[in-house]
């Protein structure tokens, strides 16, 4: 069962960045695929983007154009999520989850971290 300890949200400035971290615990990190979701109230869950395994394949959902960037570090088994040039239409509650593959459909994901809040307003 995976733990997904979540740190870096917060408020910020539109253009402004933000670095979103989730530590794993209670699974064999390095054979997991990992993804950022987020969630507005009131909408569906959805894809920000995904790891695979390995740390050399990502995948981005066209709202991030380049503005964010997945990565992991497999020994510490943390996964990062690099937001910069924020817009007031990112506030959302973010997630962290888990899945045997780097797919986009929130429901192929097994472990799911606490969210965290990303708010971004001047």
């Known amino acids: 069962m995976c733990s997904c300890r979540r740190s870096g949200g917060g408020l910020v400035q539109p253009g402004g960045s933000l670095r979103l971290s989730c530590e794993a615990s209670g699974l064999p990190f390095s054979t997991y695929a990992v993804a950022w979701f987020r969630q507005v109230p009131g909408k569906e869950r959805e894809f920000v983007a995904a790891i695979d395994r390995s740390g050399i394949n990502t995948y981005d959902a066209d709202f991030v154009k380049g503005r964010f960037i997945i990565s992991r570090d497999n020994p510490k088994n943390m996964v990062y999520l690099q937001m910069n040039s924020l817009k007031p239409e990112d506030t959302a509650v973010h997630y962290c989850?888990?899945?045997?593959?780097?797919?986009?459909?929130?429901?192929?994901?097994?472990?799911w971290g606490q969210g965290t809040l990303v708010t971004v307003s001047s």
């Open positions: 989850a888990a899945a045997s593959f780097p797919l986009r459909a929130s429901e192929m994901y097994n472990y």
